[in-house]
């Protein structure tokens, strides 16, 4: 069964920093893997999605890149912003239509 | 265009009741899928519809039930609801039937359901 980690569960940082948050899954027959941003008690907002044949997305602060044989994912934030504060989610979409999500990076960003 | 819209925003009911969630994915979309969060987890798929078909099941217990009209909107029926039930419930939708596979999946803002 596919699970997904992500690291590190919590993060605060000072405005303006770049950051990088972790995701890894162990089954690297994936299809895509996508990443949203969900706010309290709000739905998820997808950021970027990266098909499995892709290294890299990119879409404006935001850039994602996919090593699927190695399991891992990357998103990086560039120069953050407070309105950046939120729960990060990456999830992987699998053979059977579905997907399989991490727990999530809950981000601060201080102003 | 609208996003996907589901309805209610939130829920309250009591151990044993039933509940209908109900979701409209975005306009020429087909495949409408179900997941449920529980605070503080990543959600977990329960099913996936697509062109009034079941494509997918999570695994959830029977008494989780769900059907797609043709219009393609979506209903998730509980049954004897649990205190455990309480959740966020988030519907997806996607052009294709590999929902997200080559084409983004787009989410709702969810149900929130409180059993009491």
């Known amino acids: 069964k596919q699970e997904v980690t992500q690291i590190p569960a919590a993060l605060s940082v000072p405005e303006g920093e770049n950051l990088v948050l972790n995701c890894s899954f162990t089954?690297?027959?994936?299809?895509?893997l996508q990443w949203f941003r969900q706010d309290p008690g709000k739905g998820l907002t997808s950021l970027l999605l990266i098909q499995s044949s892709q290294r890299e997305q990119t879409s404006g602060r935001l850039n994602a890149s996919l090593d699927k044989s190695s399991g891992r994912s990357t998103l990086y934030i560039a120069a953050s912003q407070p309105g950046d504060s939120a729960t990060y989610l990456c999830?992987?979409?699998?053979?059977?239509?579905?997907?399989?999500f991490g727990t999530g990076t809950s981000l601060t960003v201080i102003p | 265009d609208a996003g996907v819209t589901q309805s209610p925003t939130h829920l309250i009911k009591t151990r044993g009741q039933h509940v209908t969630l109900r979701c409209s994915p975005i306009s020429g979309h087909k495949s409408v899928s179900w997941y449920q969060q529980v605070l503080g987890q990543g959600p977990q798929f329960i099913f996936q519809y697509y062109e009034k078909e079941e494509r997918g099941r999570g695994n959830f217990p029977d008494r989780f039930s769900a059907r797609q009209f043709p219009n393609y909107s979506s209903e998730l029926n509980v049954n004897a609801l649990l205190l455990g039930d309480s959740a966020l419930y988030l519907c997806?939708?996607?052009?294709?039937?590999?929902?997200?596979?080559?084409?983004?999946?787009?989410f709702g803002q969810g149900t929130r359901l409180t059993v009491v």
């Open positions: 999830a992987v979409f699998v053979n059977s239509n579905q997907f399989y």
């Open positions: 089954d690297s027959a994936i299809y895509n």
């Open positions: 997806a939708s996607s052009s294709s039937l590999r929902q997200g596979a080559w084409t983004e999946a787009f």
